[in-house]
DNA sequence: GTCATTTTGGAATTTTTATTCCATTCTTGC
DNA sequence: GCAAGAATGGAATAAAAATTCCAAAATGAC
């Protein structure tokens, strides 16, 4: 770190997080220290103080502060005030709306969709944390060869699989639906060259895991969407892809596995096209 | 404002509130302002300064400090420090985790996810701010008294009308699906003393309003799961709840609209089995 | 191993921010 | 309309935080 030409400071969050990516590795330790720190809890900068973040990252304030300095901006203030602005960004009073939704009448409409609504959140949160790209990527790997795409999911999970169905109707991609109707299982509409994406959750269908066990033994590839890498779907599957659905009282809220079925459908659908 | 027990401060967000709320209606004038603004933008407390604060309300910064110490705090940097550690964001890096998904190639499947996420979270905190809590209460009221609730939505509302079946029927409450198979319309098995919900967004679905109206003209209830007050849905409904759904693409999250059918569920079959 | 250069830690300083205090202005009961 | 009490605004003060600076330690080139 001899020289740093005093560079302009990065104007969003987005820009930060470049220029930090970018820094870290000709940083000397300490510096390191603190890029990594920062890094990891970005969404704390708002609310702390030099000193806080500096004891989180084990170095002293006097290290954070060339931090600053070197990623471009004059000082600590500067850079807080960044993300200052940045706090809760689109939607300023959420939370209290949200804090007086549930707090209006327990067992109240407006209650109850307080809680699902937060439930929602976190599980969109939480599956951002949690999902494994690789396997979303083998996944769309085998959707995108298939000829038709068979959709099984019952229950609960109906409402993804039917979802899934129209959203590949609209991009004109091959699919069919399994609607367990009349109880056909129609395992003979699979045929060599097919996919398959099954989805259950415990208490897992029957009928679900009967397909995908099927389907596995004449050799078509199977995509599963549950809830653990140990379910018993994940035996049948080429790949597996799992969704941490919040519960709140006996239902889930859904979002979080609607969010993967449809950026599945969508980047299914992109490769396709691209082919 | 005479004397004022200095009791302990509160100890949760929600206690904070609870004492605000109890607390606004016995102030004057200038501390009035401060109690509106703070509960207006509470959110905002954890990084403003009493300056900033103070500015916003409309008063001096003394007025402010008053006011925290009314609140039972020994000043505004004990009531602050009550939000900066009452913001752990549930999953503390998420907002790293969807950066750098975003960021993970344009058109890539984790990308397109992150997308999604954020679309799925953004319609959710979007429902909690702009519910109608009435019209939600409207409609618990109306299908709690149903016979039979009849639950009609096509094509990307199929995915949480299908929901709503399962919901209805694990909670034992007579539900009937129309699902437009075979094109049967089967509005004839809506009988006096039942109730429709219909679900439809713009392009909305010819089968679904054609059922509405017969509903309504055949004085049945109708409450409306649409995208505007003004969606021709609306006209045929006693209650109307909008959605307001953030796109991604060509495809909506569907969060809130499930979040919001799931809420309406669950509140009427409490209402029914209390009943 | 020595010297030049970079990096580091912490004490000293400056700036910002919170907090207190009190003179003045409003209210309200009579 | 007058007094007593409450509420208010702003200037003064205290506290906390950010920022700078420099001597000491570490690193690396020769």
Redesign the interface.
């Known amino acids: 770190m001899t020289d740093m030409a005093t560079l302009a400071p990065p104007e969003s969050?987005?820009a930060f997080?470049e220029r930090l990516a970018a820094l870290t590795d000709t940083l000397p330790k300490r510096l390191k220290q603190c890029a990594e720190h920062i890094?990891?809890?970005?969404?704390r900068i708002?609310?702390?103080t030099v000193a806080e973040l500096a004891a989180g990252a084990d170095v002293p304030p006097s290290a954070l502060m060339r931090f600053c300095q070197i990623m471009g901006f004059s000082g600590f203030s500067e850079m807080q005030k960044l993300f200052?602005e940045a706090?809760?960004p689109?939607?300023?009073?959420?939370?209290?709306?949200?804090?007086n939704?549930r707090?209006?009448g327990s067992?109240?409409?407006?209650a109850?969709?307080?809680?699902?609504?937060e439930?929602?959140?976190?599980s969109?949160?939480?599956?951002?944390?949690s999902?494994d790209?690789e396997a979303?990527?083998a996944?769309?790997d085998i959707l995108k060869g298939a000829d038709t795409i068979h959709l099984m999911g019952l229950?609960?999970a109906?409402?993804?699989s039917?979802?899934l169905a129209?959203?590949l109707e609209?991009m004109e991609i091959p699919a069919m639906l399994h609607d367990g109707?009349g109880k056909f299982d129609h395992r003979h509409a699979m045929r060599a060259g097919d996919a398959l994406l099954a989805i259950t959750f415990a208490p897992y269908s029957e009928e679900t895991l009967a397909l995908a066990r099927d389907a596995r033994q004449r050799g078509l590839p199977v995509v599963a969407i549950t809830d653990r890498l140990t379910s018993p779907l994940a035996r049948h599957a080429s790949a597996t892809l799992t969704v941490p659905e919040v519960d709140f009282?006996?239902?889930r809220?859904?979002?979080?596995t609607?969010?993967?079925a449809?950026?599945?459908?969508?980047?299914v659908g992109?490769a396709r096209s691209s082919a």
């Open positions: 969050v987005e997080r890094a990891q809890h970005s969404d708002a609310v702390s200052r706090y809760m689109g939607f300023p009073d959420y939370s209290t709306r949200l804090a939704l707090q209006s067992g109240s409409p407006a109850l969709l307080g809680e699902f609504v439930a929602g959140r976190l969109l949160e939480s599956l951002a944390k999902v790209e979303l990527a996944a769309v229950r609960r109906f409402a993804v039917s979802y129209y959203a609209k109707i009282g006996a239902f809220s859904l979002s979080a609607i969010a993967l449809i950026s599945l459908a969508v980047a992109a």
